[in-house]
């Protein structure tokens, strides 16, 4: 049985600027936005004046309904939502739902996860994708189920991953696709043309050894000099311009947000070279990292050109 997309009552739910362009595709689309849920403001920045979400300023901009509840089990909020009456809820980059939430309107709740769903479920499926070296990802909906990111897929579309792309340029490119995919998947579940596809199905020989895509911690941006070159060139992408893979140079730690890869003699892995005008590298197992972009600890962010320029090494 179909229904007309176009009057689905839909109720959004995200908070980085990741989901803002799917949310913005909606409102583009004509849809009606029963409600925009997102994270409660947050104390941050240098004053921790409470900070608004991404997707907040973007509701708060187009005058939509906003809801930012604390705890997703509140009997007063669930009872808030039911009464929103939505036909669909959609979720792009959101914490973990319960049952009670997700299992609420007609259309169930779908899901838009930054990677070719099974590999690399978790919270960081665009920057481990670059760490990894992966030459392609994609962009998946998918129905939400209990354990995260294992419902069954709706639409996936894939994405070509440049040798030279940052999780940042990245980021941008599939947020898009992402925001297309979508409204495809909208239309598909309206007029009852999609099948769902358990994600056991894509469970061969391709996918036997399960990428996954932790939260990126402190430990996970430290680079270990003991890898090869392609090992940390990869890292220092994958973790660029956000959190940033960093070293220390002297004692200060340095973060990284761009670097070449150079072919070099094998010397002590970890040790630098530079002529302390133009260039900086760190000798790997197999080269060096030449550093392109940096910001040394209470610094601003510069070229290595002029972070060498203000630099002194010790004697």
């Not at 940096?294 to 962010?301: A, F, I, M, P, Y």
Request: with cysteine.
């Amino acid at each position: 049985m179909s229904v007309d997309y176009q009057k689905l009552r839909i109720i959004f739910l995200g908070t980085p600027d990741f989901a803002v362009a799917a949310l913005d595709s909606l409102v583009q689309a004509g849809y009606t936005i029963a409600a925009v849920i997102t994270a409660p403001d947050k104390p941050g920045g240098r004053g921790m004046g409470l900070q608004q979400s991404a997707v907040k300023q973007y509701a708060v901009q187009k005058s939509l309904r906003l809801l930012q509840p604390e705890k997703l089990k509140d009997p007063d909020f669930l009872e808030n939502l039911r009464s929103l009456q939505a036909d669909l809820q959609v979720v792009v980059a959101f914490r973990m739902l319960p049952e009670a939430v997700w299992n609420m309107p007609p259309l169930g709740t779908i899901n838009v996860h930054g990677s070719l769903l099974p590999q690399y479920r978790g919270a960081a499926p665009i920057n481990w994708a670059i760490i990894n070296g992966e030459s392609e990802t994609g962009v998946t909906t998918f129905k939400l189920q209990h354990q995260i990111d294992t419902g069954d897929i709706l639409l996936q579309e894939t994405v070509s991953i440049g040798e030279t792309d940052t999780a940042g340029e990245l980021h941008d490119r599939m947020k898009l696709a992402g925001a297309a995919l979508l409204l495809t998947t909208i239309q598909g579940l309206a007029e009852g043309s999609l099948k769902e596809v358990p994600q056991s199905a894509y469970d061969d020989a391709a996918t036997a050894h399960q990428k996954h895509a932790p939260k990126i911690f402190t430990d996970t941006c430290k680079v270990n000099w003991l890898r090869s070159s392609t090992d940390v060139y990869n890292l220092i992408r994958g973790l660029s311009p956000y959190p940033a893979a960093f070293t220390e140079l002297n004692g200060k730690k340095l973060k990284i947000f761009s670097a070449l890869k150079e072919a070099g003699a094998a010397v002590s892995a970890g040790s630098t070279d530079t002529d302390q005008r133009t260039y900086l590298r760190f000798a790997c197992a197999d080269g060096w990292i030449s550093i392109k972009e940096v910001q040394l600890e209470g610094k601003k962010r510069m070229n290595i050109a002029a972070f060498l320029s203000g630099y002194r090494f010790p004697e």
